[in-house]
């Protein structure tokens, strides 16, 4: 009690120092460019993170930390504009010379490829690296290739046969006319956000179809990985290759370094950047850190809203949670002003009791699992869990919780330790590195009954919570690429979401209503437990200037200088 008492106060802290703050505005369009970059350019930018995010591989990895990364090493035909706020949700082209028109009713686009780009290595993007890229995706059985890209024509065939995968007839290239053409089995109105994301980067056709872990995989950006090791450091350089072909999609960054350090806990990073040794730290600053940084660094600190949500997913697979009494229980269990106060306060997050998050394409307030069920959460129902329990017959049965080991998640999952054990059962708490919890939890093969997750949207767009997470198409047995971390899989409503996702083509508000019963219905199964929706808190040192945050990739770092 005296804990959440305590962060309250460092949350109001933070919330009176902040309540001006805002992220600065896009990248110095009514400046000239030239100049800032002449006056701005050069240095070494630190950062630091408790843990690295595992493999460098942009096909394999699937975290935020290193997406944010990935932005500055490789692109695909179109991305995501390098520019600040909602206006980051806007795609436009990048190694295509434009976003084409769709062709015989949505099924067919073609794009043309800009002439003079080359990789790290110094080759030539070439048609034939497209293909071959898309191609790779599902050799490597990359976590999306199931749910992102199985409507490219041949899909089908890749998904059931990875290695021998080809995608005749979805993905054509004509090397003569530099054109790679894409024929998709029925119009999709996420085309073109799927193919923004890193999980579309083009790399070279040469490039191995095994996961890359530590090694460097060439990549068209504006900098280059050159060392890796998750234990110590990841140090980017500039790539000798790059030259600036769209301010909007790729603009060239001002560190002539950038230097990612790992291994460093929360307390430690927060100190270095006071000291200067540090320019920014990935993790949330601890709680306890905020009420300082509120009153005495209210000018380095940066908060914005986040299309995300922390959770926690139950294997529908393994006792106790196959039982769905049992996974409502923990939903009326968990007192969600808790967790919101374990993160900072109200300031930096708020309670939900749904997988969408407010704001977002689809969300309709709703919650089954409160006091006095409705539209908001208000307080947990403790007698409703423990009857849905005592039904169930699991009482006293073993658990354990898996989270990573930070701050943060230990404090989540030892709260969830908590609330299994007042429900009756046998609760423990595990806490592992984030270097490999996210792929550890993923895995059927290590029997993880219910785990801390989080999960940051990939683009706008309903269909990126609900089928990525839940879908049966992205639950994968005995693979670390198992976004579906509890293994549910309900046909009816995978039918459901195949219709609002045709239905989205012609008709996105319609969609979005039926997204919203989709939402409500996997609530009910309640294979997760939502807890809060976060927001981003950025720590930078008083080095950086031209602090950017964009909706959708948050901090773009390269275009931060250092002084």
């Not at 975290?63 to 990935?70: D, I, K, L």
């Not at 230097?259 to 000291?275: D, L, T």
């Not at 299994?420 to 059927?444: C, H, K, R, V, W």
């Amino acid at each position: 009690m005296t804990t959440i008492r305590h962060l309250k106060t460092a949350g109001a802290a933070l919330a009176v120092g902040l309540l001006a703050q805002t992220a600065l505005g896009g990248l110095a369009q009514a400046q000239d460019r030239d100049a800032l970059l002449k006056e701005h350019s050069g240095g070494t930018m630190m950062l630091g993170a408790v843990s690295a995010a595992g493999t460098i591989d942009p096909h394999v990895n699937y975290t935020a930390e290193f997406w944010q990364v990935f932005q500055i090493l490789y692109d695909g035909l179109v991305k995501f504009k390098q520019a600040s706020r909602a206006e980051g949700y806007e795609i436009v082209p990048d190694l295509a010379e434009a976003i084409p028109e769709p062709q015989d009713d949505g099924t067919t686009y073609v794009f043309k490829l800009r002439d003079g780009i080359k990789f790290a290595d110094g080759t030539d993007v070439t048609a034939e690296d497209v293909v071959a890229s898309f191609q790779r995706i599902f050799k490597i059985n990359g976590p999306t290739s199931g749910s992102f890209y199985n409507n490219i024509v041949g899909a089908d065939k890749c998904l059931a046969e990875a290695a021998s995968c080809t995608l005749e007839g979805g993905v054509v290239a004509d090397e003569e006319a530099g054109t790679v053409t894409f024929h998709l089995v029925a119009p999709d109105s996420e085309f073109f956000d799927k193919l923004a994301v890193p999980h579309a980067a083009i790399l070279p056709a040469e490039t191995a179809a095994t996961d890359a872990g530590t090694s460097y995989i060439p990549g068209t950006g504006p900098y280059m990985i050159e060392s890796y090791d998750p234990n110590d450091k990841m140090v980017m350089k500039r790539n000798p290759e790059f030259s600036e072909w769209s301010v909007d999609a790729q603009p060239q960054g001002y560190p002539d370094e950038i230097v990612y350090r790992f291994g460093m806990n929360e307390e430690s990073m927060i100190n270095a950047i006071q000291n200067g040794q540090l320019d920014w730290m990935f993790d949330p600053p601890p709680a306890d850190r905020l009420n300082e940084l509120g009153t005495q660094y209210a000018d380095q600190v940066h908060v914005n809203p986040l299309a995300a949500f922390w959770y926690a997913p139950m294997n529908t697979n393994l006792a106790p949670f196959d039982n769905v009494k049992v996974r409502q229980a923990v939903n009326y269990a968990i007192d969600r002003n808790a967790l919101v106060n374990i993160y900072g306060g109200p300031v930096l997050a708020q309670p939900t009791c749904q997988i969408l998050p407010p704001e977002f394409p689809g969300f309709e307030e709703s919650c089954l699992y409160t006091e006095n069920p409705g539209t908001t959460w208000t307080a947990p129902d403790m007698e409703k869990a423990k009857q849905l329990v005592e039904e169930s017959g699991t009482a006293g049965q073993k658990v354990t919780v898996v989270a990573e080991d930070t701050a943060t998640s230990r404090a989540v999952g030892t709260y969830l330790q908590s609330v299994l054990a007042e429900l009756g059962y046998d609760a423990t708490m595990q806490a592992i590195s984030p270097n490999i919890q996210f792929t550890y939890i993923q895995n059927t093969d290590n029997n993880v009954q219910i785990s801390v997750s989080q999960w940051f949207m990939d683009y706008p767009q309903a269909s990126n919570f609900l089928n990525v997470l839940l879908s049966c198409a992205s639950f994968n047995e005995g693979s670390d690429a198992s976004i579906n971390i509890a293994g549910y899989c309900n046909e009816e409503i995978d039918a459901k979401m195949a219709k609002a996702m045709q239905t989205a083509v012609t008709d996105p508000e319609s969609a979005n209503k039926m997204w919203a019963e989709i939402d409500k219905a996997f609530m009910e199964q309640a294979p997760v437990a939502p807890l809060f929706t976060p927001k981003n808190v950025d720590f930078t040192s008083k080095r950086v200037g031209n602090f950017i945050f964009s909706n959708q990739f948050r901090w773009l770092i390269d275009q931060s200088w250092v002084q």
